[in-house]
């Protein structure tokens, strides 16, 4: 970690060579020491990118997830599930873990219901896992209690509760998050690998 970090500080403080400008590392640098220092802002580079990767893939859930909800706000129709499971679900992040294994932040909380239904008109039960992040729903029903939802009669699979729904913000926030972390890394990682095969390609 302690090796990682410095590789890091290096390429803060020689930024000029990594968009190709020819600025000596140290007196006794050579190729190999600009490779490292190309080699270590690239990971710097690449954890932010990352990091925005994931709050896209998140805004792609929820996304999906909005989808559904205006689909059975238009279409769908009205039905009663039964509980069969509830559960609540703890999720540490393991970037805020110390080295002792003790986290500095608290986890977050799911609530994971696992509900039986059919759709109206049909004998056919239908059981599904739906995972929400208001957590106290476990704790206002119980086991066999019924909860309502709204379901498509087209596509009986695409249920959702009446609990749980998740705001249209978060959609916006990790699409915001997703471009704050990924955006700006990805214009300067470009320009960077540009830079490095204008520079190959170059006669000696």
């Not at 695409?158 to 699409?175: K, P, S």
């Amino acid at each position: 970690m302690k090796h990682l970090f410095w590789k890091i500080v290096l390429s803060l403080k020689y930024w000029r060579v990594l968009l190709g400008r020819t600025k000596k590392v140290g007196p006794e640098a050579g190729p190999d020491a600009s490779r490292v220092v190309l080699f270590a802002a690239t990971l710097f580079l690449l954890v932010p990118i990352c990091i925005g990767l994931g709050f896209g893939y998140l805004a792609w859930q929820h996304g999906q997830r909005l989808e559904s909800q205006r689909a059975v706000d238009k279409d769908g129709v009205a039905v009663t599930a039964s509980i069969e499971g509830l559960k609540v679900e703890k999720f540490h992040n393991d970037a805020t873990r110390m080295g002792d294994g003790a986290n500095r932040t608290e986890p977050s909380l799911f609530c994971v219901i696992q509900v039986r239904y059919s759709k109206p008109g049909s004998s056919t039960v239908l059981r599904k896992v739906i995972w929400l992040e208001d957590d106290t729903v476990c704790s206002r029903y119980k086991l066999n209690d019924p909860i309502a939802g709204r379901l498509l009669p087209d596509n009986p699979d695409v249920l959702v509760l009446d609990e749980g729904r998740l705001a249209e913000y978060w959609y916006w926030i990790c699409l915001l998050l997703l471009a704050l972390f990924s955006g700006g890394p990805l214009v300067l990682l470009a320009r960077v690998i540009a830079a490095r095969g204008g520079g190959a390609g170059r006669p000696a």
